[in-house]
Nanobody
Framework: QVHLVESGGGLVQAGDSLRLSCAAS????????MGWFRQAPGKEREFVAA????????TYTDSVKGRFTISRDNAKNTVYLQMNSLKSEDTAVYYC?????????????????????WGQGTQVTVSS
């Protein structure tokens, strides 16, 4: 069983930056694809970014490309989401997720069902 704990959320102004962290325990972190999802008020949870076990392959939803960067430190069992140029529409609860499943296409990691373990979420609020 993998346990995921997110941190780093908060209240910022539009244009600011935040870095989210997700610490994993209880599993072989280096073997998982890690992802970030978010859920805005009144909306369904949506994919944000994912990174494969080696860190060499990343994928992003279009709305965050060029602004967000996902990275991982397998030695620290931690995945990060660096968020720059934040916008009010980035306001959401951000969730970290881990996948034991292998897909040849990164597009398969856009689905929530591709992930096996989830954190409790951290709130990010961007004021305009």
């Amino acid at each position: 069983q993998v346990h995921l704990v997110e941190s780093g959320g908060g209240l910022v102004q539009a244009g600011d930056s935040l870095r989210l962290s997700c610490a994993a325990s209880g599993g072989i972190f280096s073997g998982y694809t890690m992802g970030w999802f978010r859920q805005a008020p009144g909306k369904e949870r949506e994919f944000v970014a994912a990174i494969r076990w080696s860190g060499g392959s990343t994928t992003y939803t279009d709305s965050v490309k060029g602004r967000f960067t996902i990275s991982r430190d397998n030695a620290k069992n931690t995945v990060y989401l660096q968020m720059n140029s934040l916008k009010s529409e980035d306001t959401a609860v951000y969730y970290c997720a881990a996948s034991q499943q292998y897909y040849s296409s990164n597009l398969d990691y856009f689905r929530e069902t591709s992930f096996d373990y989830w954190g409790q979420g951290t709130q990010v609020t961007v004021s305009s």
